[in-house]
């Protein structure tokens, strides 16, 4: 079914199983490299809303001991005020934290399809034969996670695919 009569059965299943391989690989990295994006806005949105808070909030408070400051010292602590609000805001609606959750997750299955196909190209390189059921698996697998996979960038998809083909080469070759 998945070999070729040229190369013989079961090098079209390694090529086979080095597409799921490279697939699964390139979309755990994709969706670990996007969730470590995420969380790093989340923190550092979150880092500044403390600090910028807490200038406001020191400087409402020594507000309190001069009679009338002045316009200026007025309109800073507006405006600090003013970012705290629109970053928050900002950080409720891009929900990064929901967001990355959702691509570890997501990642974790993708590593599991990885090992599965990592497992079966070990398994013909040391001679055996992988069954068209294992086969069938893994397609219906890479299948499932195809059709439930959230959106990443098409640069990170292709730079996390050249890296992870060129793995692959580099650990299983067949000779001819």
């Given at each position: 079914?998945?070999?070729?009569?040229q190369l013989?059965?079961?090098?079209?299943?390694?090529?086979?199983?080095?597409h799921?391989?490279?697939?699964?690989?390139?979309?755990?990295?994709?969706?670990?490299?996007?969730?470590?994006?995420?969380?790093?806005?989340?923190?550092?949105v979150?880092?500044?809303?403390t600090?910028?808070?807490?200038?406001?909030?020191?400087?409402?408070f020594?507000s309190?001991?001069?009679?009338?400051?002045?316009?200026?010292?007025?309109?800073?602590?507006?405006?600090?005020?003013?970012?705290?609000?629109?970053?928050?805001?900002?950080?409720?609606?891009?929900?990064?934290?929901?967001?990355?959750?959702?691509?570890?997750?997501?990642?974790v299955?993708w590593?599991?399809?990885?090992c599965d196909?990592?497992?079966?190209?070990?398994?013909?390189?040391?001679?055996?034969?992988?069954t068209?059921?294992?086969q069938?698996?893994?397609?219906?697998?890479?299948?499932?996670?195809?059709l439930?996979?959230?959106?990443?960038?098409?640069?990170?998809?292709?730079?996390?695919?050249?890296?992870?083909?060129?793995?692959?080469d580099?650990?299983?070759?067949?000779?001819?």
């Open positions: 079914m998945l070999g070729t009569a013989g059965p079961e090098r079209g299943t390694f090529a086979h199983i080095r799921f391989y490279c697939r699964a690989a390139m979309y755990d990295m994709a969706y670990a490299r996007t969730a470590d994006d995420l969380d790093r806005k989340e923190r550092h979150r880092r500044s809303v600090a910028i808070t807490a200038v406001t909030s020191l400087s409402l020594g309190f001991f001069v009679d009338n400051p002045a316009t200026w010292a007025k309109a800073v602590v507006f405006a600090l005020a003013a970012t705290t609000s629109i970053l928050t805001a900002w950080r409720n609606d891009a929900r990064w934290l929901h967001r990355s959750h959702q691509m570890r997750l997501q990642g299955q590593a599991r399809q990885w196909a990592e497992k079966l190209a070990a398994k013909i390189m040391n001679g055996e034969h992988v068209d059921e294992e069938r698996t893994m397609e219906e697998t890479d299948q499932r996670l195809l439930s996979n959230p959106a990443l960038t098409h640069e990170l998809v292709d730079e996390c695919k050249d890296e992870e083909t060129a793995e692959f580099a650990v299983f070759t067949l000779e001819a």
